[in-house]
């Protein structure tokens, strides 16, 4: 008989966490995730850590010291009411981060139970939720979003929820469409015949072999999200002042683009770190979550 | 090789009764508006046969005849349109979900494909565990060697149960395949054409392990192939199938040294034979079977068949015995008989 080409020990998470003590080998092999989950673990800790870290009241003015280019008491220099930029990025941290992560967790739940028994039933379950979601699609994304909030009036918390409503639809379709394909594969005809019940076949077999599309598109959309509570924020609809969220930096900052260019830069410059360190994240869970473990 | 006369209907396992099965095409958005009836492709028409206990039957056809829709209807993953079929007596069509899903426990499957068939993140004792698990038919302190048990009696090492299917080649996937289908011990086992996907070597070792199998536990077994040397190595009794309806049935000796029906003629006339000599002087068949989609009318083979009459484009033949345990659909073999 022949010989396996990869040994069981290299396969899949176990074997990732197993062969973690020697750090300098997954580097090499999934550069993306350890580069991203740094970069998002960094993140973390600076949102948890916000207050103890930030070197200045991140809402305390000071006339003396209004629009200071960086220097050695404000690194990232200070804005037109004499706040620290660096001290009201670090404080906008967990904010933006909160938005990211809700707005994505809601939609991707909602959406894969959603899309999962559209595409394993089909028939009338399928034309319901599928017209239901054409409905969502009419609204352009932003108009939406803004539509809601207009409604149910600014702040984090509807934010969220007006995210959620406008992008359960996209995790919705992703799953639909793969399980339109996965259920026709003779594994889950084996599933069927072996007797397993549809609950069994649907969230043990199809699911996890699935669901990879939709966590990679996740972590791509928590940047987005990020982006929309920015946009909302730039448009006052988001976090009101005084605290800061990164949009509402880059929004405040920008009457003063030729005198104080660090007011928006910096926030603008957070929100590309935030970007990168998702999406980095977002490739190597990909390499990482198929079958048979990432690329040796 | 055959021989054995099993065609009592008396302990019929299977007995499947006039079964048809269609498929609506999916209609554009236009057409659905203007509300034309979608085509509809018969991959299964009026078919009737039996399998006895013990007996392994062969279903032969060119591919698209419905072979495989039959088989999916029997293991019940398709509702046919119309029909009855009666395992043990009692109709599995007519069965509601719980009562068919410890039904399924008995009529177990084997796939074509042995790399979509096996769940690629489940290691090979998990799927087998979870066979055992979910029906409740082995108690969990004893589940760990009953894994060992069936993956020994496919001819695999009990170390298997630790590694992934992509970890094993094409001949060893379709063992742990048939060992998830034992698992249950079932009564009869449909094999889809188990080897087709595999190497000519593996197909020899894969189709003996199916014999030795059948044999040990006495299985009833339908298997499906459009290699006509494999069903007639492991069949006891072959159908052949022509776009959804029986052309020729009866024992495997009868079907390959008396063949009567046309089509089964140039079937066997078209298998490569080990020696020239033996070649038949029967012409090797002419283009691609019709469109399922559109039938043609009377005898569906009358437009590729050579000895085809008048007779042959209006009249339906119907399934005759022209011998004992010898049945064809055909006019013309019939009127040369001479009754």
Redo the contacts between chains.
């Keep these: 008989m022949s010989t396996p080409l990869v040994t069981a020990e290299h396969t899949g998470l176990r074997g990732m966490l197993r062969s973690a003590s020697g750090g300098r080998s997954i580097l090499r092999r999934n550069p993306a995730l350890v580069v991203g989950g740094v970069l998002v673990l960094v993140m973390g800790l600076v949102a948890v850590f916000s207050n103890q870290i930030a070197p200045y009241d991140p809402i305390a003015q000071d006339w003396n010291n209004i629009l200071q280019a960086p220097n050695a008491q404000h690194l990232l220099g200070t804005d037109n009411f004499g706040r620290d930029v660096l001290s009201r990025i670090i404080s906008a941290t967990p904010l933006d981060l909160q938005v990211g992560v809700l707005s994505v967790l809601f939609p991707f739940l909602i959406g894969i139970v959603v899309g999962m028994l559209s595409g394993y039933y089909g028939g009338i379950v399928d034309n319901v939720i599928m017209r239901l979601v054409d409905v969502v699609i009419a609204f352009p994304f932003m108009v939406l979003i803004i539509a809601i909030i207009a409604v149910m009036g600014p702040g984090l918390q509807n934010a969220v929820i007006a995210i959620t409503v406008a992008s359960w639809i996209i995790y919705a379709r992703i799953i639909r469409g793969e399980i339109l394909v996965a259920k026709n594969l003779e594994y889950v005809m084996a599933a069927k015949t072996l007797g397993y019940g549809n609950l069994r076949i649907m969230a043990i077999h199809i699911l996890p072999n699935v669901i990879t599309p939709a966590i990679v598109f996740a972590a791509v959309d928590v940047v987005l999200n990020i982006l929309v509570a920015s946009s909302l924020g730039f448009l006052g609809l988001g976090v009101q002042p005084p605290q800061a969220e990164w949009g509402a930096l880059i929004s405040s900052g920008r009457g003063f683009m030729t005198t104080g260019w660090w007011i928006s830069t910096f926030p603008g410059i957070a929100i590309v770190i935030a970007g990168v360190g998702f999406a980095l994240l977002a490739d190597g869970l990909a390499d990482l979550l198929r079958p048979g473990g990432f690329k040796s | 090789m055959s021989g054995k006369a099993l065609d009592s209907y008396g302990d019929a396992v299977l007995r499947v009764q006039s079964v048809t099965k269609t498929f609506e095409l999916p209609l554009g958005l236009v057409p659905a508006i203007l509300r034309r009836k979608p085509e509809v492709v018969t991959a299964v028409d009026d078919v009737s046969l039996h399998v006895s206990k013990g007996e392994i039957l062969g279903i032969v056809g060119e591919s698209g005849c419905g072979k495989t829709t039959l088989l999916?209807c029997i293991?019940r993953?398709y509702d046919p349109d119309s029909g009855q079929i009666l395992f043990d007596g009692k109709d599995i069509l007519k069965m509601r979900s719980g009562e068919?899903?410890?039904e399924?426990?008995r009529?177990?499957?084997i796939?074509?494909?042995p790399y979509?068939?096996?769940?690629?993140?489940f290691r090979v004792g998990r799927m087998l565990d979870?066979?055992l698990s979910?029906?409740n038919v082995c108690p969990p302190n004893q589940r760990g060697e009953r894994v060992a048990q069936l993956l020994e009696m496919v001819g695999m090492h009990a170390d298997a149960a630790?590694?992934?299917p992509?970890?094993?080649?094409g001949g060893?996937r379709q063992r742990i395949?048939i060992a998830?289908a034992l698992a249950?011990e079932p009564t009869l086992l449909l094999a889809d054409e188990p080897v087709s996907a595999l190497d000519v070597s593996v197909q020899a070792q894969v189709i003996n392990l199916l014999m030795d199998l059948q044999s040990q536990l006495s299985l009833t077994m339908i298997f499906v192939s459009h290699d006509l040397r494999v069903v007639r190595h492991i069949s006891h009794r072959i159908v052949v199938m022509y776009l959804g309806k029986i052309m020729e049935m009866g024992t495997t000796s009868l079907i390959f040294s008396n063949p009567r029906h046309p089509y089964t003629k140039v079937l066997l006339a078209a298998a490569p034979q080990a020696d020239p000599t033996l070649r038949t002087e029967v012409a090797a068949i002419q283009g691609d079977p019709p469109s399922p989609i559109h039938i043609p009318p009377g005898c569906r083979f009358h437009p590729r068949c050579p000895s085809a009459s008048q007779s042959c484009q209006a009249e339906i033949p119907i399934l005759k015995e022209v011998e004992s345990g010898h049945f064809v659909a055909c006019s013309m073999a019939e009127a040369s008989m001479g009754n």
């Design positions: 999916r293991a993953l068919m899903r410890s399924r426990r009529i177990q499957m796939f074509q494909d979509s068939s096996l769940n690629p993140r979870e066979v979910v029906h630790h590694r992934l992509s970890q094993f080649s060893q395949g998830r249950m």
